[in-house]
């Protein structure tokens, strides 16, 4: 009997049925690609020789990684996307005023359950929160899916991650990836589909959801998957006009394993640097830190925003450390505008910058010197992810980062 | 195929194969400048056409930058030998034209700086002390892919 997976992709290659283990070719729903991996699949489009993309109306390119545009090559870089845009006709364009692509797909509509979405960029698994096959390419890939509307995939098993258990306060869905994260070790899932499942998903929204998705990737994950249910259906309903399917995974499937994770005590987690696996529990963990960085698809979310908010208000942060705050998208950032919590970021300190990835990747703002700490809700920790390779990048939840600019250090919240 | 390996660690990630500050450049010399930085800021003028990388578990984690192969064929790496590769990685590797070796033990024969030759017909490295490793022989048509440079300039000549 199938897994989710291997059924979206049978409906996407046309068959009856697919097995793990089976190479298909897949009809593509969705191709996403920004500002940042997008030059390259242009050029690579052109080299193939191709003139007109397959279908204009199912490829998105939101600019998010270097915008506004910081210096005259990343200008250049627009100018190149902005001209593909128009001259295939791209119907959806998200400039540099909307925000991070992750947030972007699932806000705007363009993910539905049962959708194939590829995007040129790792983190594309995060689109399976709401039960579509999503996942990350290069731009060379991207380039054949422009050209062909179909790209050939080898049909993954399945890690099905059945976590169960009330999660503690001040425990979030960041905390559990990370722990999980840990547990499986940075190439853990590699080549496989993550299954979140299990009473503690049941209860997470989608923007929870997203978040476990989302780190898939690191642990070597194929894409992050979770079943639709009634809170699927109502954030997608609100969205998008398109037709959805749900599929569901059949338990007694050859190529499925279930890996049962209990979170009633688990505490609030952080990985420390170099790696993401490298994960302990936030009362083992006690270091100064230089800045906080809340934000990225992660967790910049509105959740996350009003997490961080309720911890902050009232609060300045640390003499010494300095909190820079990215809502994920405008939409985001307008809720936090009405609900009054940007003022609760600024009165406190807090550097409120316009939607985008910001520090998540060292390339644009808020970058790290030699020697300097970072707290960051994003998903990478790598050595020079964040700036110098002599900086360090640890990772933990909202909750985590906002207590821990009000102290220096990093802590957990009361 | 004879040259120089050079030996790295395991979860070898795009991050440290070219740090996400120069992905607004998509030249080949440009991103081989930064190739390994962060980990050896002198990598791209050690290492000589030809050359080998050899790695631990997950080599090439992380993001789908396609940057990071482009900088490793810019430095002129033949072929990366790692214990186990991560999937995104793989894909780029071969649509660039970079094999990509996977040789389970790899790491426990090679030393940094050793000279070794890949046979890639028989599917065996040979180390300078003469000690033998086989590795998981490519596919043919992923052999071709990678003799005419990569996947573009393989479509480009079976049209």
Redesign the interface.
């Known amino acids: 009997m199938p897994t989710m997976s291997e059924k979206i992709l049978a409906k996407a290659s046309g068959k009856e049925s697919v097995e793990a283990g089976d190479i298909i070719i897949a009809n593509i729903d969705i191709a996403m690609t920004h500002d940042?991996?997008g030059?390259?699949s242009v050029?690579?489009f052109e080299?193939?020789?191709a003139e007109k993309v397959w279908d204009p109306s199912k490829i998105v390119i939101p600019f998010d990684?270097?915008v506004p545009a910081d210096?005259i090559?990343?200008a250049n870089?627009h100018i190149l996307m902005r001209k593909f845009v128009k001259e295939q006709g791209i119907e959806n364009f998200y400039d540099v005023n909307a925000g991070v692509c992750h947030q972007i797909l699932p806000e705007k509509g363009h993910v539905v359950p049962g959708n194939v979405i590829v995007?040129?960029?790792?983190h594309?698994c995060t689109h399976g929160a709401l039960g579509a096959f999503a996942t990350?390419?290069?731009?060379?890939?991207m380039?054949?899916v422009f050209a062909e509307g179909n790209l050939w995939f080898k049909v993954p098993e399945t890690n099905r991650f059945n976590i169960t258990g009330k999660l503690q306060d001040n425990v979030y869905a960041k905390d559990v990836i990370l722990h999980i994260i840990g547990m499986m070790g940075?190439?853990g899932s590699?080549?496989k589909a993550c299954e979140f499942a299990g009473n503690t998903v049941s209860d997470m929204s989608v923007s929870d959801r997203m978040v476990l998705c989302n780190m898939a990737?690191e642990m070597?994950g194929?894409t992050g998957l979770v079943e639709p249910d009634q809170k699927t259906i109502d954030y997608v309903e609100k969205r998008s006009n398109k037709p959805y399917e749900i599929f569901k995974t059949d338990l007694d499937s050859d190529s499925l394993n279930i890996i049962d994770i209990d979170v009633d005590d688990l505490e609030p987690q952080v990985a420390c640097p170099h790696?993401v696996d490298n994960v302990k529990p936030v009362s083992e963990v006690d270091v100064e830190i230089d800045q906080v960085f809340l934000g990225s698809c992660t967790n910049g979310r509105i959740s996350d925003l009003r997490d961080a908010a309720r911890i902050l208000k009232g609060n300045r942060i640390a003499e010494n450390t300095r909190m820079l705050v990215i809502p994920a998208s405008r939409e985001v950032y307008s809720m936090a505008l009405d609900e009054g919590l940007i003022k609760i970021f600024v009165d406190a300190g807090a550097l409120v910058s316009a939607p985008c990835c910001g520090p998540c990747?060292?390339?644009h703002t808020g970058?790290i010197g030699p020697g300097e700490v970072s707290l960051s809700t994003s998903n990478?920790n790598?050595?020079?992810?964040q700036?110098s390779?002599d900086g360090k990048v640890y990772l933990s939840s909202a909750a985590v980062a906002a207590a821990s600019a009000i102290e220096g250090r990093i802590v957990a919240p009361e | 195929m004879k040259g120089t390996a050079w030996k790295f660690g395991n979860d070898i990630d795009t991050d440290i194969i070219v740090p996400g500050r120069y992905l607004i450049y998509t030249d080949e010399e440009t991103l081989a400048s930064h190739c390994m930085e962060g980990l050896d800021a002198d990598f791209d003028r050690k290492c000589k056409k030809g050359d080998f990388i050899v790695a631990g578990t997950n080599f090439g984690c992380g993001s789908s930058r396609e940057h990071a192969p482009i900088a490793l064929k810019g430095v002129g790496v033949s072929a990366v030998i790692a214990e186990s590769f991560a999937r995104i990685f793989y894909r780029n590797a071969t649509n660039v034209g970079v094999p990509l070796l996977e040789a389970p033990g790899i790491t426990k024969i090679i030393e940094n700086g050793d000279e070794i030759e890949v046979d890639m017909d028989e599917g065996i490295i040979t180390a300078s002390n003469g000690e033998k490793i086989e590795f998981k022989k490519l596919p043919p048509f992923m052999l071709e892919i990678l003799n005419q440079g990569g996947l573009i300039e393989y479509l480009k000549n079976k049209r």
Not at chain 1, 119 to 122: K, L, N, Q, R, Y
Not at chain 1, 136 to 141: E, F, L, P, R
Not at chain 1, 382 to 385: A, E, M, T
């Open positions: 940042l991996t030059p390259l050029q690579s080299k193939i020789g990684h270097q210096s090559d990343s870089n995007g040129a960029d790792s594309t990350g390419i290069g731009s060379t890939d380039a054949m940075a190439d590699t080549y990737i070597g194929k790696n990747l060292g390339g970058i990478r790598f050595k020079g992810r700036g390779p």
